[in-house]
C-alpha cells in the first residue's frame, strides 16, 4: 500500500507565496509520477502540475511562470513552490502518484490554500 501525506498548505495573502510537500510512502516503483492536483469550491479537480522521476514536468496553463514542482527521488517527496499567489488559486491541493502523466494511483488527503487579503 502507498501513502501519500500532504503539508504546507495556509492561509496567504495575494501575491504572497507557498510551498507544499507530499511524501510518499510504502511500495513504490521507482519509475513514476508525481503531482499535484486542486479543487475550488463549486468547480471539478484539475491539474496543477506533475512530474516523472526523469524531471520531466508538465503544468497548467493558469500556473506556468508562477508555480514551480520539484521533486527529491531519495526521499520519495514532491514540492511545490507556490508564487505570486492570486485568489483564484484558493482550493485544496492533492498530492497523487501514478505510472504516468495524467495517470493517478494514489491521492493524498488533501491539503488548503486560501489566498485571502
Known amino acids: 500500500q502507498v501513502q501519500l501525506v500532504e503539508s504546507g498548505g495556509g492561509l496567504v495573502q495575494p501575491g504572497g507565496s507557498l510551498r507544499l510537500s507530499c511524501a510518499a510512502s510504502g511500495s513504490i516503483s521507482s519509475i513514476n509520477v508525481m503531482g499535484w492536483y486542486r479543487q475550488a469550491p463549486g468547480k471539478q479537480r484539475e491539474l496543477v502540475a506533475e512530474i516523472s522521476n526523469f524531471g520531466d514536468t508538465n503544468y497548467a496553463d493558469s500556473v506556468k511562470g508562477r508555480f514551480t514542482i520539484f521533486r527529491d527521488n531519495a526521499k520519495n517527496t514532491v514540492y511545490l513552490r507556490m508564487s505570486n499567489l492570486e485568489f483564484e488559486d484558493t482550493a485544496v491541493y492533492f498530492c497523487?502518484?501514478?505510472?504516468?502523466?495524467?495517470?493517478?494511483?494514489?491521492w493524498g488527503q488533501g491539503t488548503q490554500v486560501t489566498v485571502s487579503s
Open positions: 497523487t502518484l501514478g505510472p504516468r502523466m495524467g495517470t493517478n494511483n494514489y
